[in-house]
């Protein structure tokens, strides 16, 4: 099966720009989330969708930070506007639906602001 | 209370001998204990996992060892090849909720 696709793979922005990041999960799967993977951090969750609606997004810095996930499948996440220390990478996961654990990761959005 | 902490940040093993990477948590609600291996420019992918009323789990050559007493879980990784040369999380999660990763352990293996 498919994997968990994301884009754009890289991106440079100046501080106080905005950006966007697109994920489109494995089909059928019903949980997405965004994570943000600092250099030699783990991953921390920002968000995580059940089909079209946010279970947990306590960790999203709502003041610049948006996600959507319209009609359960793809998600975008934005940030407006960017500042130095958002400079991440940001992962997208799924997982077939809340009970089951598994979660697959795409290959991630580097981002560097500038 | 939601922390897990990873060690070694860094491990260098030779080729054929056993790396170990050793986490230790603080939520005792934690249920689900799963490792993740990230090659450079890869997202995570799921290694092994364990729940808690399990004490040891071993998959091929990786194995995780789980102490509950102690809230402490390892990896331990058999006959040790360069293609095991990633980053390692461990990770835990309460009821299927959001996973709390550690800080990592880049695991090189000379070969």
């Known amino acids: 099966e498919a994997g968990v696709a994301q884009s754009p793979r890289y991106k440079i922005i100046e501080k106080r720009q905005s950006v966007a990041f697109w994920c489109n999960p494995i089909s059928g799967h019903a949980t997405l989330y965004w994570y943000q993977q600092i250099l030699g951090q783990g991953p921390k969750l920002l968000i995580q969708f059940q089909n079209n609606g946010v279970v947990d997004d306590s960790q999203l810095p709502k003041d610049r930070f948006s996600a959507e996930r319209l009609k359960g499948v793809d998600s975008t996440l934005k940030i407006q506007p960017a500042k130095l220390e958002d400079s991440a990478v940001y992962l997208c996961?799924?997982?077939?639906?809340?009970?089951?654990?598994?979660?697959?990761f795409g290959p991630g959005t580097r981002l560097l602001v500038l | 209370q939601q922390q897990v902490k990873q060690s070694p940040q860094s491990l260098i093993v030779q080729k054929g001998g056993i790396s170990i990477i050793n986490c230790a948590y603080e939520n005792t609600a934690f249920d689900y204990f799963p490792w993740y291996q990230q090659f450079p420019g890869k997202g995570p992918a799921l290694l092994i996992a364990i729940r808690p009323d399990v004490s040891e789990k071993k998959e091929g050559r990786f194995t995780i060892s789980f102490n509950k007493s102690a809230k402490q879980f390892s990896l331990h990784i058999m006959d040790s090849q360069p293609g095991d040369s990633a980053t390692y999380f461990c990770?835990?999660?309460?009821?299927?909720?959001?996973?709390?990763f550690g800080s990592g352990t880049q695991l090189t293996v000379l070969p």
């Open positions: 990770a835990a999660s309460l009821s299927a909720r959001q996973l709390t």
């Open positions: 996961a799924s997982s077939f639906d809340r009970a089951r654990e598994t979660q697959y």
